[in-house]
């Protein structure tokens, strides 16, 4: 009896045994494979190390001509033809003095220009019958001489008299003040019936079709900065446009207050929306130093292994879904902004700027635009 008690349990066993091996061979049938991460990668396109550095400087617009009015006299201000904001021709008249006792000085130089003028044509006339009758010998030669004296100083004092007509009729436009060129008046300093001095500022015309931009240029960059030298003029207010512009003027010395040297640019083709006092931006191109052809792709891009340097290039399969390739390249200089690529890209690959390390040739990625 206990044989077959013995024999009845380990059949028991068997059988237990037996029913789970059975149930882990179902479970493990019924198995599902986990499907396949697809990481997501940022890309970025290859392109060519630029042989000149842009660098921005931050400047002014002032008018290219501006002209401070003033009359060459004092007196007290009758009439002002012109304001703030107006546009003047050359030549407009914008603003006049009393003039009356110019006037009147004139009128006084004219009577007097006019007796001299009878008095020399009388002495001439005396002179020219002197001179007959002293030919004649009906004169004495002191008459003769007399006469020719008197003449001499009556001329004399005629041309005095012309000479003090002019001055007085040029004095006379010292009480008008013109522009002398097509502008806007931008200020008026004085107002009417208010006396002012020879010299004092009266009104400022700008030019305007002149528009010049003056920027600080730091001394790392000035000697790279020479007159006729071109660059572009941006304005926050225009910032998808960009005009051109002409190096007049580089300082010798530098801004005792900013410490930059001022760099003056005449600006092409200006137009009525751009005024003086406006912020703007001088964008210079130099060249960089000892550049040569070469690529460029990010730091994060290049990895490492026993075979050398790598990227990952990435080719496009669907709509944000691709493919990677691993690529060995020959690296050159570290530069500010990526590592000089000397061989195994040709330019305009996509490469791989994050994650590289947990790539492998012929992955499936997503892609994010860097």
Known sequence: ????????????VCGVAAGLLVAMTGCGGD???????????????????????????SGI????????????????????EAGVGDRVKRGQVVATLDNRDARLNL????????????????AKSNLQRTKALYENNNVSVSEYEKARDTYANASAA????????????????YYTLASPMDGIITAREVEANENVSSGQVVAVVQAGDSIEVEAGIPELWIAQISQ?????????????????????EVAFESDSETHTYPVTLVMEGARADIRPGMPA???????REGAVPALLVPVHAVAKDYAGHYVYTVEKTGEGEGTVTKIQVTV????????EILSGLKGGEKVVTTGVLFLTDGKKVKLLSD
């Open 31 to 57: 198995k599902q494979q986990e499907p396949e991460v697809i990481r997501a990668v940022k890309y970025r396109e290859v392109a060519p190390i630029p042989t000149h550095l842009e660098r921005r400087f």
């Open 107 to 122: 009128e006084k130089a004219l009577v007097d220009l006019e007796k001299s003028r009878i008095q020399s044509d009388n």
């Open 1 to 12: 009896m206990g044989d077959n008690l013995m024999g009845w349990k380990k059949k028991a």
């Open 281 to 287: 931006s001088v964008v210079f191109r130099f060249k």
């Open 228 to 248: 006729g030298q071109t660059a572009d003029i941006v304005y926050p207010a225009m910032p998808d446009k960009r005009f051109g512009g002409r190096v007049t």
């Open 158 to 173: 005629y041309d005095v008299d012309v000479r003090a007509v002019r001055l007085q009729k040029r004095e006379l436009t």
């Open 61 to 80: 617009t002032k008018a290219g001509e501006v002209v401070r009015l003033s009359f060459r006299t004092g007196g007290k201000v009758e009439t002002l």
């Open 332 to 339: 050159g200089r570290m530069m500010s902004d990526g590592f």
